[in-house]
C-alpha cells in the first residue's frame, strides 16, 4: 500500500530533533549576537579613549574632571563627556548597545548623556576636589584604569564603588531617573558582557578584562594615591591596600565579574 504522508510517531521524531537543535544553537545564537555588541561597545570606549588622550595633550596633559562647572559662567554643570565632547564625531559613542540603561541619563551635567560608561575617580576627581591627575602620577598608563562600562547612575566609579555598591539597592533608592529598568538582586555598578567588562586604559587601548583581575595582583585603580590625596574618602585607612583587593578579588567581588 503506498503512503502519501508521515505517521504520527514519525512527526514526533521530528519535532523532538528539531527541538532539540534549536535548544543547542539558540544560546549560541544569542552569545554571538552578545559578542557582536560587545564589539561594537569596545569600538566607542576605543574612540572615547582617544578622545581623552586628545584633550590630555590640550590641556597640560592634566586629565579631566568628571563632573565641574563651565569655566565661562561657572554656573552650568558639566561631565566628563563635555569636556572631551570636541574631539568626538557623535554622543552615540557614548551608549554601548548592550546596556539596559544606555536610555537613561547619567547624573550631572546639562547633556543627556547616557548610561554606558563611567570613569575611574582617581583620574578624574569631581569638581570640589583641591587636587587633579597628571600623566607624570600615572606610574603604568597600559595597566590603569581610565573608564569602565557602567549601569549605575554616577558619574564616576571606584575600584571599592564596584566591589561594595548594589545597582538594585540605588534602584530602590530612587538614584536612577524614572522609568529605569530594575536590576537584577546580584547587579553591581560595573557592567559587562558575559562577565567581561571592556575596559579603557590610560595609554589610549581597550579590552575586555574581568574586574577581579583589575584589583589583583595589582591595584589597577591607584586606590592608594586617591587616598593620599582625598584621605577622607570612605574606604581609605582599610580599602586602599593591595593585601585588601587580594582579599576582595577571591571574597567580597560579585560572581557576575569573575
Not at 541619563?105 to 597628571?134: F, H, R
Not at 590603569?144 to 566591589?163: D, F, G, K, Y
Not at 587616598?227 to 571574597?251: E, K
Request: glycine fraction near 6%; proline fraction near 6%.
Amino acid at each position: 500500500m503506498t503512503r502519501n504522508g508521515f505517521t504520527l510517531i514519525e512527526l514526533l521524531v521530528v519535532i523532538a530533533i528539531i527541538a532539540i537543535l534549536a535548544a543547542i544553537l539558540f544560546p549560541v545564537f544569542a552569545q554571538a549576537r552578545e559578542k557582536a555588541r560587545q564589539t561594537v561597545c569596545l569600538s566607542n570606549e576605543k574612540q572615547i579613549g582617544l578622545g581623552i588622550i586628545q584633550y590630555v595633550q590640550d590641556y597640560d596633559e592634566v586629565m579631566p574632571r568628571h563632573q565641574f562647572y563651565d569655566g565661562a559662567t561657572a554656573s552650568t554643570f558639566r561631565t566628563w563627556q563635555d569636556a572631551i565632547d570636541p574631539y568626538m564625531k557623535s554622543h552615540d559613542v557614548y551608549r554601548c548597545p548592550s546596556n539596559p540603561y544606555n536610555r537613561v541619563k547619567v547624573a550631572g551635567g546639562q547633556v543627556d548623556y547616557p548610561i554606558s560608561y563611567a570613569p575611574n575617580e582617581a583620574l578624574m576627581p569631581n569638581w570640589d576636589k583641591t587636587w587633579s591627575t597628571s600623566l607624570a602620577r600615572i606610574d603604568s598608563p597600559a595597566n590603569t584604569v581610565t573608564v569602565v562600562e557602567s549601569r549605575a547612575p554616577w558619574a564616576a566609579l571606584s575600584a571599592n564603588s564596584i566591589i561594595w555598591d548594589s545597582a538594585l539597592g540605588e534602584w530602590t533608592a530612587g538614584y536612577y531617573a524614572p522609568g529605569a529598568p530594575k536590576p537584577g538582586a546580584g547587579d553591581g555598578d560595573a557592567f559587562h558582557h558575559n562577565h567581561f567588562i571592556n575596559t579603557i586604559f590610560s595609554d589610549g587601548h581597550a579590552k575586555a578584562t574581568k574586574f577581579a583581575r583589575t584589583l589583583s595582583p595589582s591595584d589597577m585603580w591607584m586606590t592608594a594615591y586617591e587616598c593620599s590625596q582625598d584621605p577622607g574618602d570612605w574606604f581609605c585607612g582599610w580599602g586602599d591596600n593591595q593585601g585588601f583587593f587580594d582579599w576582595a578579588a577571591q571574597n567580597a567581588v560579585k560572581q557576575e565579574y569573575r
